[in-house]
Structures are given as structure tokens and as C-alpha cells.
């Protein structure tokens, strides 16, 4: 579920689930797919500089191997917002061919 822009950080009007979403910040069109799920969900983490990785799973309705990939990224290896979009990027690229 996507509940902030993955682009500008900003509120959306409501949750996506599945379907497209237009962001009234930053206008860009938001479909709901595993790039901006994960891209959405990191920002949302580094907004709240830190996050209750239980509460997250739920309220984002992550699956386990996301949660993890989000955990590893964010504490382990410190990633800054780029550096995950372009990690995602890769991985998702790598996994869909």
C-alpha cells in the first residue's frame, strides 16, 4: 500500500492499494506497483527517522521479504534515498527478466 508520494515525501489523499493515484504536491500520476510500494515505504521511514518495523508491516501491508529488504537497507547498510531508488531499480530490473 502507498501512502506517501515515492517522489515528493508529500500526504497522498488517500491510501493506494491497487490503481493509480495523482499526487496534488509534486503532480505526478502514482500506479501502484513494487517500485513505489518500496520507494514510498522508505520514505516514509526516513520521514520518521526510524520506524516500529511491526506497525510498518501492517499499516503498509507488507510481505516479509519486503519488510526485510527495508530493514537491511535502512539499518544496515544506511542507504540514502537515491542510493535505495537506484538499488530498486536493479533488483527489480534483475528479477523481471
Not at 5 to 26: E, T
Amino acid at each position: 500500500m502507498i501512502c506517501i508520494c515515492p517522489y515528493c515525501v508529500n500526504d497522498l489523499p488517500s491510501n493506494l492499494k491497487n490503481g493509480v493515484i495523482f499526487c496534488p504536491k509534486c503532480l505526478r500520476t502514482i500506479t501502484s506497483n513494487k517500485e513505489n510500494e518500496l520507494l514510498s515505504a522508505f520514505r516514509l521511514i526516513k520521514k520518521k527517522q526510524g520506524a516500529n518495523w511491526q506497525q510498518l508491516k501492517c499499516h503498509l501491508d507488507l510481505d516479509d521479504s519486503d519488510l526485510e529488504l527495508l530493514k537491511k537497507c535502512f539499518e544496515e547498510d544506511d542507504m540514502t534515498q537515491q542510493e535505495f531508488e537506484n538499488y530498486i531499480k536493479k533488483l527489480l530490473c534483475v528479477n523481471n527478466t
